[in-house]
């Protein structure tokens, strides 16, 4: 059990907030919309700790927050729309789904495997002070948890994560309250992958055309279930202590012969942290299955296997 420091938004409070997240430790954070619960989006461990501590069951992909326009360019390539977007909406309550940039460096966690990543710059000073201060990009989903209703408060925070995470920023309510509008790009069209904080006319009006909306077209699902989570090409087989001479053996624990292993010592932040990395090396070998050891189904475990349940599931 953490005790969960509940630092004002004044310089020292900021100060010590940035320095938790360089030390890669979670702290939650105000934005206009909600209030975020933020980890260092380059490492992978920070990340993972994200997921446990909201107690999420999968992996989702993660938006990661930065200061400015000029920091999000280091991450991600952008359109001409996509700028547009920006340039029209940032700060503000819009995040833009973007191909991540190959050397950006970020947690393979954050983005769950996806050559995408959601970026977004909360209009909010503390929250831009505390990017500023941190120096990099902080992913951070709503700082609830999961299942649980998106906290406007810091009092909200608390009742939720009160000891599972270093610190909370205080800096009163979120003025908007809701979510951020998440906009994607489909075959270079502008798609609203979630609606939110900015109203779609407002985008609509600036890119001068309607966006798609794909959820409503099909069942409606998760946001960020439209760009399909990363699935390997090879075949997934689990629970396997022992693998065929055919098959590449992803191991987790104190396991022999494996080809990578999630994590020797058996510990989930770190496996949870090397997954999408270790299924993109593996894949990447060409073989035709991928053999993974047994992974306990308790805390971040549930999210680790799910996401191999998804991956081992027959492909149309
Ligand atoms: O207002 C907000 O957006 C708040 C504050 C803290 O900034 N954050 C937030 O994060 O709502 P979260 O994790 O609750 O929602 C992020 C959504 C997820 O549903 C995810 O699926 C989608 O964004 N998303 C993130 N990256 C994506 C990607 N590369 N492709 C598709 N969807 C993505
Ligand atoms: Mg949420």
């Not at 998440?182 to 992958?193: H, K, N, R």
Request: proline share 8%; aromatic share 4%; net charge negative.
């Amino acid at each position: 059990m953490t005790q969960t420091e509940l630092l004002s938004a004044s310089p020292k409070g900021i100060g010590r907030a940035a320095e938790l997240l360089r030390d890669g430790q979670l702290v939650a954070f105000p934005t206009e919309t909600v209030y975020g619960l933020g980890g260092d989006a380059c490492a992978g461990r920070a990340v993972a700790r994200i997921y446990e501590a909201k107690g999420r069951p999968s992996f989702n992909p993660l938006i990661a927050h930065v200061a400015d326009l000029a920091t999000a360019r280091a991450f991600a390539d952008f359109s001409d729309d996509a700028l547009r977007l920006a340039t029209a909406f940032w700060p503000g309550p819009l995040t833009i789904v973007l191909p991540v940039r190959a050397d950006a460096g970020l947690s393979t966690l954050a983005t769950a495997g996806l050559t995408t990543i959601g970026l977004r710059v909360p209009d909010h000073e503390s929250a831009r002070a505390l990017l500023t201060a941190f120096g990099g990009p902080v992913a951070a989903p709503s700082a609830n948890l999961s299942g649980r209703i998106s906290p406007t408060t810091a009092a909200h925070v608390m009742a939720g994560l009160s000891g599972k995470i270093a610190a909370v920023l205080d800096d009163g309510p979120c003025s908007i309250g809701v979510e951020s509008t998440i906009v994607g790009f489909e075959l270079g069209e502008a798609a609203l992958l979630r609606p939110g904080g900015l109203p779609v006319e407002a985008i609509e009006a600036c890119l001068g055309r309607p966006l798609l909306t794909p959820h409503t077209s099909e069942t409606p699902s998760a946001p960020g279930q439209l760009q399909s989570h990363y699935a390997p090409k090879a075949a997934v087989r689990l629970n396997v202590t022992d693998p065929r001479d055919d098959e590449i053996f992803l191991g987790f624990g104190a396991v022999e012969c494996a080809a990578l292993n999630l994590s020797p010592s058996g510990d989930l932040v770190e496996a949870a942290s090397e997954l999408f990395n270790a299924l993109h090396i593996l894949d990447d070998q060409g073989v035709e299955t991928i053999a993974v050891s047994p992974i306990p189904d308790t805390g971040l475990g549930r999210a680790i296997n799910d996401r191999l349940r998804r991956a081992a599931a027959p492909r149309n």
